[in-house]
């Protein structure tokens, strides 16, 4: 069984351009979270989506930033007009309906330059 | 709480010893607990989970404990072998809502 996938792995940009991020969740889940995770820091929950709905985006930053889970196809995360702030691995991970456990793709390390 | 812009704390065992790494959460409306193993490079991998009407659960080579009363976390790895080489975060999720939140880490060393 495939696990989360996320592509690309390594993505770089340059300032004031958009970066793309692709998350397809383990096969059978219906829940997509993101994360972000600075050097030598912990994750920091981002987002929280179920098909074609976001039902938790309490820490995504209010501008640039936006996530989607549409219907058929993988989850986006969609970061516009990039900064160098915005360098960090961004992790997705999937879990099943009424399940608690979180399961990690390999996650998109993006630089900025 | 969170460690921001901190060196992670670094345990360092001896190959065959145990290993007990600690992790004290904030929230005392969380009602469900986390270990992960992140590699370097790679995403968080999980290891063993607890819910907060249980005080200890034990899996293959590991067991995690729960202190509800002092809001501590401890994850005990028996035998630490080189591939435990990594760093361990907790993560914690609280009642309302499915989001995660995460500890700073620490990381741990295994010596041959």
């Not at chain 1, 219907?71 to 879990?95: H, M, N, W």
């Amino acid at each position: 069984n495939a696990g989360v996938m996320q592509n690309p792995r390594h993505l770089v940009r340059r300032r004031g351009q958009e970066a793309r991020l692709r998350c397809s969740p383990v096969k059978g889940h219906s829940h997509v979270y993101w994360y972000r995770q600075l050097p030598e820091e912990g994750l920091k929950f981002m987002v929280y989506l179920q098909k074609e709905n976001i039902i938790d985006e309490s820490g995504m930053p209010k501008e640039r930033f936006s996530a989607e889970f549409p219907k058929e196809g993988p989850s986006i995360l969609r970061i516009q007009q990039v900064v160098r702030g915005d360098s960090a691995a961004y992790f997705c991970a999937s879990s099943r309906q009424g399940a608690y456990e979180q399961y990690f793709g390999p996650g998109t390390r993006l630089t900025v330059t | 709480g969170e460690n921001v812009g901190l060196h992670l704390p670094t345990l360092s065992v001896q190959e065959g010893d145990n290993s007990i790494i600690n992790c004290a959460y904030s929230n005392s409306a969380s009602d469900y607990f986390i270990w992960y193993k992140q590699e370097s490079g790679k995403g968080p991998q999980f290891i063993i989970d607890i819910r907060s009407n249980m005080d200890k659960r034990q899996g293959q080579r590991v067991t995690v404990l729960l202190n509800k009363t002092v809001k501590h976390l401890s994850l005990q790895i028996a035998a630490t072998q080189p591939g435990d080489s990594a760093v361990y975060f907790c993560a914690e999720k609280q009642n309302a809502g499915n989001m995660l939140t995460f500890g700073g880490g620490t990381r741990l060393m295994v010596k041959p």
